[in-house]
């Protein structure tokens, strides 16, 4: 099965980046939204990890 990354259109809070990495990964969005949170307040590289992807990732047609 060939998956690939798109942002997420239904599950969705700013960009869908989340909710497309959740889709990808099969697991709830919630678990990658602390992870992006975590990165934003410990290391500071989560914004522009989101930022990153929510600009060169393809929304679903």
Known sequence: MDKKF???STDCRIGGVCG???EYFGIDSL???IAFLALVFGF???FFAYLLLWILA???A
Do not use: E
């Open 20 to 22: 497309g990495l959740a």
């Open 6 to 8: 798109y942002l997420s």
């Open 58 to 60: 393809p929304r679903r």
């Open 44 to 46: 500071g590289t989560g």
């Open 31 to 33: 678990i990658v939204r």
